[in-house]
């Protein structure tokens, strides 16, 4: 993995018109079926449960997690509309993906259902935040979070071979996507919140292209996918 920190040319001041409502709706939609995230999202909380598990008796954060969600959606779909590419780049929120099924699948063709979430991989859907084309195909992912920015490259053209392990998760979603898009090139745009009560302003707002090895992709991938026939997830 290499990762190059570079100057995301936002200006999140600027005056943008946009329907709220219609905006957040078309960002809510999800298909039924097995999602990439849920099978991501399994992985994480069973290898690292003090950070992503959850009890069966917790009660749902849901007015943390929708604060969260509106935050992060409408900071999506801002970015996107205020990004100032000096490389004429083309942004899109590309919509919904589903992964193929291999040659050598058992499945019976009638029951290759969208999102059927087969043990060999397939029918597996996800939906990247931003497809970014400028002379490569590019995954692009937005997360706000609480985490920390302290260690992270933020000088722009500094090139790094990773990030601290608390941002694992991040890697693996932009990994297993880029893996069934055949690019090995993503983007990923890092608003911290703990930065932002800190005021460390030059680190609140983060962004990185990365290139992953062929091998890093498969492999994540074949992680991902092992344990989720492992948990009855892709069956």
């Given amino acids: 993995m290499k990762l190059t920190a570079i100057a995301h040319e936002l200006d999140l ?85 589903e992964t193929q099924h291999t040659d050598d699948c058992t499945r019976p063709e009638r029951k290759r259902t969208k999102g059927c979430g087969c043990r060999c ?53 932009l990994m297993v996507y880029d893996y069934h898009l055949g690019t090995p090139f993503g983007r990923l745009y890092s608003f911290s919140m703990r930065e932002m009560v800190q005021f460390n302003e030059p680190k609140i707002l983060l962004a990185w292209d990365i290139t992953f090895s062929a091998q890093e992709m498969r492999e994540e991938w074949e992680i991902i996918r092992n344990h989720g026939v492992a948990e009855g997830l892709l069956t």
């Fill in 13 to 97: 001041t600027s005056a943008y018109n946009w329907d709220m409502t219609k905006a957040l709706a078309s960002l809510t939609q999800r298909s039924p079926g097995r999602h990439m995230s849920e099978l991501y999202g399994a992985y994480y909380a069973k290898t690292q449960p003090k950070r992503y598990a959850t009890k069966q008796e917790d009660t749902p954060p849901h007015e943390r997690w929708g604060v969260g969600m509106a935050l992060e959606e409408m900071l999506e779909l801002g970015l996107k509309a205020r990004v100032k590419s000096q490389n004429t780049e083309e942004i899109i929120r590309p919509g919904e993906f």
């Fill in 121 to 173: 991989g397939g029918g597996v859907l996800f939906s990247p935040d931003l497809c970014i084309f400028n002379g490569v195909d590019r995954t692009g992912e937005i997360k706000l979070h609480s985490m920390s920015h302290k260690g992270a490259p933020h000088k722009v053209g500094e090139t790094y071979n990773g990030l601290d392990p608390k941002f694992d998760k991040f890697f693996t979603q």
